[in-house]
């Protein structure tokens, strides 16, 4: 049996916070429990406290403790054309929601995707395409909002990744940069502008994240 956790701190212009993650892997399946937020800032308290059940790349069973509600995620794999199509389905008892996501891999460099709400005229369609195997572009189109994203992203050092991306709906302008090491942990730094805005004063996040296992 291994034990693995996870402590972040987080901080932004508006608030800061901190959350904690806790997995026990008995066999193949992960047994998981973990504090948002609202748990440990202000003093120990169960808001916020989620428990799950996972067998990796099949099923994941949320169960949010203060809300009393459960989130079932179920995930398949099938071959399209002799391509691979991924297929997760999530629902959420609380309010009744049902998502389908299905990821189309066409090769190492190029996948398609697309998300929908059932009962809704909510749904995503994105393309990705990696470049070189460092640069990615992403544009995305919202059937909600009936508007495009975009995104792009490039690895430097290996660890490092910078990212930029445009919700045309918000005018919203976003840059991030991000590192994720097995050796010195993972951080995030990040910053937003809405252009829409007459005083264009960015909103900061930082986020680091120290991972342990027992």
Wanted: proline letters at 3%; glycine letters at 8%; hydrophobic letters at 35%.
């Amino acid at each position: 049996m291994t034990m693995k956790a996870s402590l972040k701190g987080k901080y932004d212009t508006d608030k800061s916070g901190a959350a904690a993650n806790v997995a026990v892997f008995a066999s193949d399946v992960k047994l998981r429990a973990s504090l948002t937020d609202a748990t440990v800032v202000g003093g120990p308290s169960l808001n916020g406290l989620v428990l799950a059940v996972e067998k990796p790349g099949l099923f994941i069973v949320d169960y949010n403790v203060p809300k009393k509600d459960f989130r079932f995620q179920f995930m398949n794999s099938v071959r399209v054309v002799d391509k691979p199509l991924n297929l997760t389905y999530i629902h959420s008892q609380g309010d009744n929601r049902t998502i389908l996501d299905g990821t189309l891999v066409l090769n190492s460099a190029n996948k398609v995707s697309a998300n929908h709400v059932l009962g809704t005229g909510n749904g995503k369609f994105k393309y990705s395409y990696v470049h070189g195997g460092l640069t990615t572009f992403e544009p995305s189109y919202d059937l909600a909002k009936n508007s495009w994203d975009f995104a792009v992203s490039r690895r430097v050092y290996g660890d490092d990744v910078f990212r930029a991306s445009y919700q045309t709906s918000s005018k919203l302008l976003g840059l991030e940069w991000s590192r994720n090491s097995k050796v010195n942990g993972s951080f995030k730094v990040s910053a937003s502008y809405n252009l829409a805005e007459e005083h264009k004063v960015p909103k900061l996040t930082a986020e680091s994240t120290w991972d342990f296992e027992m």
